[in-house]
Nanobody, 126 residues
Framework: QVQLMESGGGSVNIGGSLRLACTAS????????????MAWFRQAPGEEERERVA????????EYRDSVKGRFTISKDTANNTTFLQMTDLRPEDSAMYYC???????????????WGQGTQVTVSS
C-alpha cells in the first residue's frame, strides 16, 4: 500500500521560507516507482476544497498555481522517493494545511489522486 509522509511545515513570518518534504513508500514492486506524479495541495480553514499548488510529472515536468509561480519550487529525489516543495516569500494567504498526493499523472482536481499524506501545517504571520 502506498504511503506518503509529509514533513517540514511550521510557522514563519511574512517573506520567510519553508521547505516541505514528502516521502513515498509502498509503490507496487513493478518498477513503477519513478512513473508516478507527485503534487502538493493545500486547504485553508473554511475552504471546502483542496487547491493544487504544484505538481511534478515522472519526467520532471512541473506545473504551478499562478499565485505561487516564482515563489515555490517543486523538485524530487527519485532515488529516495522524496518530493520537495521549496516555498519562499511566504504570504499570509499561503497559510494552510499542505498535503502531498500521488497518482499516475498531474491531475488538477484533488479527487483524481489515489494516494494522500496526512498533511503538514504552514502558518505565515506578520
Amino acid at each position: 500500500q502506498v504511503q506518503l509522509m509529509e514533513s517540514g511545515g511550521g510557522s514563519v513570518n511574512i517573506g520567510g521560507s519553508l521547505r516541505l518534504a514528502c516521502t513515498a513508500s509502498g509503490y507496487p514492486d513493478r518498477g513503477y516507482k519513478s512513473k508516478y506524479s507527485m503534487a502538493w495541495f493545500r486547504q485553508a480553514p473554511g475552504e471546502e476544497e483542496r487547491e493544487r499548488v504544484a505538481c511534478i510529472e515522472n519526467d520532471g515536468t512541473t506545473e504551478y498555481r499562478d499565485s505561487v509561480k516564482g515563489r515555490f519550487t517543486i523538485s524530487k529525489d527519485t532515488a529516495n522517493n522524496t518530493t520537495f516543495l521549496q516555498m519562499t516569500d511566504l504570504r499570509p494567504e499561503d497559510s494552510a494545511m499542505y498535503y502531498c498526493a500521488s497518482d499516475a499523472l498531474c491531475w488538477n482536481l484533488a479527487n483524481k489522486y489515489n494516494y494522500w499524506g496526512q498533511g503538514t501545517q504552514v502558518t505565515v504571520s506578520s
